[in-house]
């Protein structure tokens, strides 16, 4: 069974930092890649970051320089470090994994941005 579980949200200053954490199922996460996804209020959904069975990682132009994802293959958990965090990075962050191919989502965790 595919199961992904966010945490790590919250309320947070212009400026600050949150760590995001969501952990997968093993058949969610052994040998495919993962993803953390953003939804705005009125927006679409957008990726955020991403990081494959190995390692490689990408992500949006908007989030480059201040976040990172990492992935933690002993626990079954992948990461979101946020730094510098803006008010536009206010939304609800999915988890994401590849898997089967399907992909497959978590419920979500909302991180807010203060001005």
């Known amino acids: 069974q595919v199961q992904l579980v966010e945490s790590g949200g919250g309320l947070v200053q212009a400026g600050g930092s949150l760590r995001l954490s969501c952990a997968a199922s093993?058949?969610?996460?052994?040998?495919?890649?993962m993803g953390w996804y953003r939804q705005a209020p009125g927006k679409q959904r957008e990726l955020v970051a991403g990081?494959?069975?190995?390692?490689?990682?990408n992500y949006a132009d908007s989030v480059k320089g201040r976040f990172s994802i990492s992935r933690d293959n002993a626990k079954n958990t992948v990461y979101l470090q946020m730094n510098s965090l803006k008010p536009e990075d206010t939304a609800v962050y999915y988890c994401?994994?590849?898997?089967?191919?399907?992909?497959?989502w978590g419920r979500g965790t909302q991180v807010t941005v203060s001005s």
């Open positions: 994401s994994a590849l898997a089967g191919g399907a992909t497959w």
């Open positions: 093993r058949s969610a996460f052994v040998g495919n890649a």
């Open positions: 990081v494959s069975s190995g390692g490689t990682t």
